[in-house]
T-cell receptor, first 111, second 113 residues
Framework: SQTIHQWPATLVQPVGSPLSLECTVE??????LYWYRQAAGRGLQLLFY??????ISSEVPQNLSASRPQDRQFILSSKKLLLSDSGFYLC??????????FGPGTRLTVL | GEDVEQSLFLSVREGDSSVINCTYT??????LYWYKQEPGAGLQLLTY?????DMKQDQRLTVLLNKKDKHLSLRIADTQTGDSAIYFC?????????????FGTGTLLAVQP
């Protein structure tokens, strides 16, 4: 069966510090992968998605970037965090019937 | 552009039925989905419905699809306190031409004991 992992689970970072969030998927090959941010107040914002190794589509211009160095690994990064980067970051993969399956999320607080 | 709308909040008593509503804009959507998010957790797929269906039932969950009005609803029978969560509906963006889903803003379901 497929599982999706995210780490860390929680993170508190100062403004201006770098960021690296990791997402890995097990039990499937060449999945479409997605990064979302959920700000307080619940709406989901699609940040990036990838259909294969090295391929990244950016949805929203911002100071974040994504990379896919391996088939089942998706990384979200920033060189310098802003206060507005705080939120709940969710990774997802796409399965049958275009259904997206989500990881447990990373709670990021930028102080 | 594409948009998926939901009411923000619903309060019900334990044992009653809950009905969460959603309207979408893309009439060519192939699948529509319902997700549940408990506090501090990721989204969990509850159910989905194919666009050529009007209804789908899965235990306590009933999904109704009105394609004419672009209206989707999720009915939870015998609502329990464990059903308290945020519920999201979603449709495939661009009628399936892309790999993206469009999510509603979520409905917070509060179940009173």
């Amino acid at each position: 069966s497929q599982t999706i992992h995210q780490w860390p689970a929680t993170l508190v970072q100062p403004v201006g510090s770098p960021l690296s969030l990791e997402c890995t998927v097990e039990g499937t090959s060449n999945p479409n992968l997605y990064w979302y941010r959920q700000a307080a107040g619940r709406g989901l914002q699609l940040l990036f998605y990838s259909v294969g190794i090295g391929q990244i589509s950016s949805e929203v211009p911002q100071n974040l970037s994504a990379s896919r160095p391996q088939d089942r690994q998706f990384i979200l990064s920033s060189k310098k965090l802003l206060l507005s980067d705080s939120g709940f970051y969710l990774c997802a993969w796409m399965g049958l019937r275009d259904t997206q399956y989500f990881g447990p999320g990373t709670r990021l607080t930028v102080l | 552009g594409e948009d998926v709308e939901q009411s923000l909040f619903l309060s019900v008593r334990e044992g009653d039925s809950s009905v969460i509503n959603c309207t979408y804009t893309d009439s060519s959507s192939t699948y529509l989905y319902w997700y549940k998010q408990e506090p501090g957790a990721g989204l969990q797929l509850l159910t989905y419905i194919f666009s050529n269906m009007d209804m789908k039932q899965d235990q306590r969950l009933t999904v109704l699809l009105n394609k004419k009005d672009k209206h989707l609803s999720l009915r939870i029978a015998d609502t329990q306190t464990g059903d308290s969560a945020i519920y999201f509906c979603a449709e495939k963006a661009n009628g399936g031409a892309t790999n993206k889903l469009i999510f509603g803003t979520g409905t917070l379901l509060a179940v009173q004991p």
